[in-house]
């Protein structure tokens, strides 16, 4: 099996390569690559992602990496991360970038003042520790209990149009999506990588996965 993780320069790629590599118990051959070629090749693909939007977009576009995460995503298991999440979206406003317009709906930012039930002020971005609410069932949620926490940076957040592709939430202080995914797709918010336990057992969970629900 091979496994590809997505290369346009953004994003923890070393870092998910390892947290991939480490929980790899089945021997695939799980690599980097840059060359939409290789990545169409692939039997599974990642898409990681860290920085702002707009600087993300535009790198995917300049590699010619665009259409290969397209077709990628038609059938074969894929896992989209933070912003490589956010890129599968519409629109952003984050510098009001089209997305690759896999799912319908937007990527907001938290909107300014908000503040916690005790009345202190919450930051933007969002940054650290929070739970995570399954909303329905997946492959990728086995031996992860419901309210697991899992490790968040981020000034926005996604916004679907369609309820149904709201995999988990999370709360700041309201509840927005955090997980979505429809058939072969699922992509996190937050950072597996960073996520100790709980985020190794989502990647091993991916590896294992055929793609269905």
Not at 39 to 68: H, T
Not at 174 to 195: D, L, M, P, W, Y
Request: aromatic share 10%; net charge negative; proline share 5%.
């Amino acid at each position: 099996m091979k496994v590809a993780v997505v290369d346009y320069g953004m994003g923890n790629l070393h870092s998910v390569l390892k947290s991939l590599q480490a929980v790899n118990e089945a021997g695939a051959d799980i690599f980097l690559s840059n060359d939409p070629h290789a990545i169409a090749k692939a039997d599974k693909v990642v898409f990681p992602g860290q920085g702002a939007m707009p600087d993300c977009m535009r790198e995917l576009n300049s590699r010619g990496l665009a259409e290969a995460v397209r077709e990628t995503t038609q059938s074969k298991p894929f896992f989209g991360i933070c912003v490589g999440a956010q890129l599968l979206f519409q629109h952003s406003e984050e510098g009001d970038t089209p997305g690759l317009g896999l799912f319908p709906g937007e990527v907001k930012r938290f909107a300014d003042g908000l503040t916690d039930a005790g009345g202190e002020r919450l930051k933007v971005p969002h940054m650290g520790w929070n739970q995570v609410y399954q909303t329905r069932p997946h492959p990728l949620f086995r031996d992860i209990a419901d309210g697991e926490r899992f490790y968040f940076v981020h000034s926005y957040h996604f916004a679907p149009q369609d309820a149904a592709l709201t995999l988990a939430q999370s709360e700041y202080p309201q509840r927005f999506s955090c997980i979505v995914g429809r058939g072969n797709i699922f992509a996190t918010q937050f950072h597996t990588e960073k996520s100790h336990r709980a985020g190794l057992q989502m990647m091993k969970n991916f590896l294992a996965w055929d793609g269905s629900v």
